[in-house]
């Protein structure tokens, strides 16, 4: 018998063409966030498992003091009665050449005669390395280079390769990044080989505790203990690394939420004309007895049925997103995350699904409402459509625009950068919100000025088209409003983008003045860069000015810090707390160095005089380093350096580097002048060298020579341009998944275009009868409808770009506000605002190509059906 | 008296362009009465129907079903008194295009929340008293207009109302189907008992009721009580006899 | 019977001598109307027997009943006016006596909306009754009765539409005339004078005009 259920299964079911065309939006939403969850959850799960087998199977990890002996540490950790044994290692890493590709080799030195080192290292095979010339190596590496127990490998050390017999394979987790070559070999190995600086070679101990002992409880005592430094239970790393795949987790979800809200606004405008047209149905409804709530329950259950089916489609559509998009990682450049692994959890899809279901009853909230207050007689007397008025309440959403961008300037209130990035979402969303209010109120007029202006030499089809699209105004602004969310989105993306991919270039330019460089990419403590040398090349004739930099590590002793202790930003990886102790410093020529390379100093303080008084006894501290420790200018810290020698600095200045020399940019984080750096650290042995040509000198030639004189060496000299290809492949890892976001978006707004586009024709069907009724021609009809299409997305798109240019200029705008108070966000030191030109007139381009298509197909459709059915009332 | 209206007023617009669709009309209907309502087109007999269904809103005055004043309901309690107390029937069937014809008749029920069982007993009884059995199963387009007004029909006594709202109900059909239709209505009073009100121009169908209202302009302007005037004799034997 | 009435109605306007009445009545009511002066006489003769008219004496020339000059007597009106707001009812008459006595309401003092509604319900009431004998009749032994009986339905259907559309024109007209004298119309081509006429003159005027027109058809 009847129910509701099948009354509404049935409209659904009738309504074939608005029912796919509603449906689709849906599923489009779903299908985003699904397979962004799906890839996020993978990817989280990865770098957890990475950072798991990173951190090893020990129960703990005791970090020693540089200065002390890390074997008496140890023995004095082993007293302890809870512990069942302990082990220690030294780690060291070095970039070298294999046939050609550069890896990063991490080699760990271990006591393979230690009992408990076997079961601190997970063998997939073979054993561990027992003595000198043995080496065992990272499984996935060795997958990857086919390298097999019993072959020789070949380290290439800086000092000489050395060829070493693989014993074993060690299962250290997936690879993350196909540049990381895991390489184990024996304590005296390191010892004979490795970085005599212990900063760069530093030791831990890896702590197993007997059964049942508390982790944190042990650490504690052992924290106490004299010589250490530093201890990490593995439930603490492990909470570390869950917490940031968790914040990067719910960035990915807000990408995908923001797919969703794109999908609500089609579903919205799709049922808002659905109800126009239905009010002769809903009319009757009413006439025989339905009140309001009844007719609204109606309508939601046919938005539910809807919710459900499409939500289950795009469930599936996301999977195979997934897998498309893992395939294409695939295939691609090898390297980066392991993507053979794709992790689909069902709480993903639960969440996905609700989601889905949950922007579908949302959206259809106020056209329920609308079709609730339909009166009985709108079956009896259809009313004429007259046209309906922009409500003035809709002024409303310039409010909640203002409030959206207040909120985006205030979300540098948020003390981390999972809660600033929550807060610029929600701020985003709010903006959006009040533009899809307020939109129409704008359209309305800019059609009638449409209509005004074509007046004059336009052809029938155009002055129908403009008609048409200025009469019902509310109509096409509901449909540009909905076209200008998704294209403004993906167009704040593709900023977004275009700005990150630019900015290590904009900031190389501001910042490196030289022309040449010449270093190494090695760490460590062997000096490259003699007096002799530094001497030839500042001789050369085409040199103007060279400088040298000495970079080392240093160690940082807690202090109490005029009567504050040294404390970290909650919420901090501990595992970084080594190196937050142990920050690079770099030792400059205050007088050459600021007019080869440049810092980034915060508003307000002059650079001149900063650098003027660096020969104090001052340091420059990076601004991340010092906030994370919550230091400031006018702190003192205790630095000590080679031999012990240590002393007490004042922070002068806090700045901002974003690449010194050439190297990451973590290893920067203290500056200092060279003089100091002699007379109070001991550090004397430069290791860079920056150098700028004079003007019209050959640059092919200054190289040439340079190379020659740096023969012999480990170093090596680049160019601006290669520094800059540098930049570009370390920015294009973070970059891979805004693109991919992109992709997503543009996918799914031009997929929301030719819906709406085609819902917006096939409501007008009758009218398309009507005109060809009365003798329109159906090239006329064509023309009409692609041009009404074409002119509706136009404006979408351009109001789209307009307001995506607004929003992008004010976000960075505001985090560069907020750089100025609080940790920087994602480490930027300054923000680049770039137009992504090609990408736009790619999008204008697409736009229209996909308009025509959108509105020609339904037109074609329409245009199959004699006048006479278009105009019998369905 | 199953129905009263007392002076009911019903205007459009404001200030100067106020229009009157009716002035001041009072009529009470009796219980099982078939009344028709008759006049120009404008006279304002939809907007009296309309108003005495509960379907618009009255300007000024009264309706009072059962002794119970309806202008004074919420828009709820207004729903439910059109289901349960009045069957509408429309000139144009209105019926839901993609229920079968039992469906369609089972809507009223379905916005009551009558299980099921109660329904399809409803519903049966309705299509058995319209005559139905056996197009139950087809959707509107599969039937013809008399047996879409019938479907609508049923629908309009499914709930046993207590008076019957017919507007225009014969307009869309031919003579034949439309003398059905009529025939229908006249029996189901005479079975069921209960009261209609037909809003009609045609002279033919009005001849079916008790009553007759002329209304014009929004007023009622005359009545005539059908029946017992014609000598029946004469006209016979005139009809028989005539050479027309 | 209804040349007894048309004479009544005529002379309900002013009194009239006996040879004028053919005109008058012929003019009013087209030439189906015809009537020869024999019947006119001998219905006056009649209407005076009945006391319905008197005549009065102005030029006896000849004693000549045509010179003699007639008005109605208050029973004359009297009986006018029963005839005016009572409905016909005799089927075959029906078409020629209703006709006459909406043509000749338009230009008495007699509302013809008045006479078209009283019409409107007899007619009702035997559209009523035929239906009645319809539903009583079985269509399986009497079907060439029930045929008849649609066919009479069907006249009274047609007479009730003509009332409906003299109901629709005259409503019309008065429309038109609402806008006050200035309004000119034309008949046989010559144009009326408007000024001096009130609205009601035309009105009636142009009344009498369009059942002329009618009656022509």
Redesign the interface.
Known sequence: ????N??SA??L??RKGRTILTGLAIMLGVASIFSLLIIATSATMTLERYGRANFGFADLQVVPDPAADPKQVAKDVASLTNIEGVAFERQWMQRGDLDGQRFEFHIKGIESKNAVASRLYSLSSGHLPKRDGEVALSATFAQVRGYQIGRIFTLPLKSGAKKLKITGLINDGPSINSVIAGVYVDMPFINKFGPKNTAWNPSSIQVVLKKGESQRSIASRIEKMHGVALVITADEALADIRRSMASTRSMFSMFGAVALVVGMTLIYTAFGITAAERER?FG???????????ARRLVYREAIILGLLYSAIGLLLGLCLSFAFMWIMNTGEPGNIDVTALSITSEDAIISFLAGIGATLFSVFLPARKIGKI???A??RPQPKSEQSISKTRWAGLLIIIAGITMLFKFSIANNSTNMAAMAFAAVFIIYLGVAIFTPLIIGPLFNLLDWLSLKRVGAAGKLASKNLSAQSLRSSRMVTSILVGISFVFLVAFFGESAASIGHQILKEQAKYDLAITSEDEGTLPFVSKELLRKVKGLKEAELVTSIRLDKVKVTKLDVQGREMKMDKGFNKRLEQNLFTPGINAVDPKLYPKLSSLFFPKGVDGNRVWRQLHGKYVLANRNWAQTLRLKPGDRVRLVGKGGKSEEFEILALCDTFLVGTRHWEVGSLFISQENAKKYLNLNEDSDMLVKLKKGSDKAVAIAKIKQLIKGTQLEVKTHKQIADMVDKLMAEPMLFPSLTFNIAVLASLLGLINTIAIGVLERRREIGLIKAIGGTRGQVRLTIALEAVLTSLAGTIFGVLIGTGIAVILFKSISAANDIKPTFFYFPVIVTSFPLMATVALFVMVIIVSIIGALIPVRLANKITPVEALRF? | MIMEAIGLIKSYGEGSATVKALDNVTLQIEDGEFVAIMGPSGSGKSTLLHLMGGLDSITSGQVKVNGRDITTLKEAELARFRRKEIGFIFQSYNLVSVLTAEENVALPLLMDGCKESVMRENVGKAINLVGLDGRSHHRPSQLSGGEQQRVAIARAIVNNPSIILADEPTGNLDSVNAEEIMDLLSNLRNKSGQAIVMVTHDPKMAAYADRIIFLKDGRIIDEERLGGKIDQKKLVSKLKGSTN | MSVKYGILAILSRRPFHGYELRQELEAELGSNWSVNYGQIYSTLDRLERDGLVIQSDTVAVNDAPDRKLYTITPAGQDELNKWFLNPVTKIDNLRDEFYAKVVLSLTSNVSTEDVLQIQRKAELQKLHELTRLKEEADPAIELPWIMQIDLAILHTEATMQWLNMCEARLRKLKDIYKQGPSVKVKRDGREIRPAGDTAADITKREEKQTARDFRRR
């Open positions: 018998m009847l129910s509701i099948r009354l049935r409209q079911l009738v149905e009757l409804l009413k006439a025989i007895g339905a009140n309001s709530r009844w009166h009985p007689l079956a009896i369905e």
